[in-house]
């Protein structure tokens, strides 16, 4: 996992720590993880590996998840950057990222990538649960592209014959597990104590906006890059998803957990952080029409598919050409 060393703003070191394995003798795979400074300049490359399993999915389908261990991270937005933020961008959205809040995560294991269509071909062919499932939904064609136009409740139904096939507990993830994965920084740096550092210098060495660093290009995800967040250069608007993977994956071994598809979350809406649940668990009690969209699509400027930014403009049941969604399996009871 990735260890930055040094502050924002400065050149970035990076160590390698071991990832503590959240089940036995699961096979490893190893990535290259990048970070940039503001202006997207690679400022280090560093060899990681992470364990993962393969379910198989029938006709040479299968679905690739990635250990993610437990740990502790400061969930949201520290209210100054949220300030900045709001008067950058010009749009008071970005305060639904608050309070910051820490939470405790429990190990569990996620999609490899955004489901992907022939993912969801194999899966929907299978025998109903609760509703209906379109075998080939998605705008944009293409086995290896994300699903897409599916709404929340398919995505439920997804999960749920999926977990019927494999025996195993498959679901959509909460709100923090999406927000701990996208991150994917370690526990050490999490504690604030363990260097003596306020939050605020926490959050300055080791929050970072997108688990690139500083900022995001086109060559590291799938965006309208036409825009910029930082001090980077403008690059290529795709007008269209792309094949999962083509990018470079975070210091968990996740792809594309910026930009590509919008990903739905579990949770019921809630229009801030006040009464989070500090446990990684799914929320409830809020407004069971909507559920939180993560990670920005396609089609959505570079400061809206930050780790911390929070969707919800659509209802559960209406489908976008931008929303599809990523899996999450939990080992034993929750």
């Not at 990735?2 to 096979?27: A, H, M």
């Not at 809040?101 to 955004?114: D, E, L």
């Amino acid at each position: 996992m990735q260890r930055q060393t040094e502050s924002r703003g400065s050149s970035l070191e990076t160590k390698s720590s071991p990832i503590t394995p959240s089940q036995p003798n699961f096979p490893k795979f190893s990535f290259a993880v990048i970070t940039v400074n503001s202006k997207g300049e690679e400022v280090t490359r560093e060899t990681q590996e992470a364990e993962y399993f393969a379910e198989d999915l029938g006709n040479d389908v299968s679905l690739e998840m990635v250990s993610i261990p437990g740990g502790i991270f400061w969930m949201g937005t520290d209210d100054a950057e949220i300030e900045r933020l709001v008067k950058k961008f010009d749009w008071d959205g970005y305060r639904r990222e608050k309070p910051q809040h820490q939470v405790t995560v429990p190990p569990f294991s996620m999609g490899k990538y955004p489901v992907t269509q022939a993912q969801w071909k194999a899966i929907a062919a299978l025998d109903k649960i609760d509703i209906d499932l379109e075998l080939d939904p998605s705008n944009f064609k293409g086995d290896q592209r994300p699903v897409e136009t599916v709404n929340w409740y398919e995505c439920v139904e997804f999960c749920k014959r999926l977990s019927q096939r494999t025996g195993k507990q498959y679901r959509l993830p909460s709100e923090a597990q999406w927000e701990y994965a996208c991150r994917s920084v370690n526990s050490e740096q999490l504690t604030v104590n363990s260097e003596g550092l306020t939050l605020a210098q926490w959050n300055e060495k080791y929050h970072q906006p997108f688990h690139f660093g500083q900022t995001i290009t086109g060559d590291l995800a799938n965006y309208r890059a036409t825009y910029t967040f930082a001090d980077e250069p403008k690059g290529q608007y795709r007008k269209e998803t792309t094949s999962v993977g083509q990018f470079p994956p975070n210091a968990f071994g996740l792809y594309d957990m910026h930009g590509n598809v919008w990903e739905w979350c579990a949770d019921e809406w809630h229009k801030n952080y006040q009464n989070a649940p500090s446990d990684g668990s799914i929320w409830l009690n809020g407004d069971n029409n909507r559920s939180p969209l993560r990670g920005g699509s396609w089609n959505y400027n570079p400061f809206n598919c930050r780790s911390a930014y929070r969707n919800s403009f659509d209802a559960r049941e209406d489908r976008n050409y931008l929303n599809g969604c990523r899996v999450v399996c939990v080992f034993g009871s929750e």
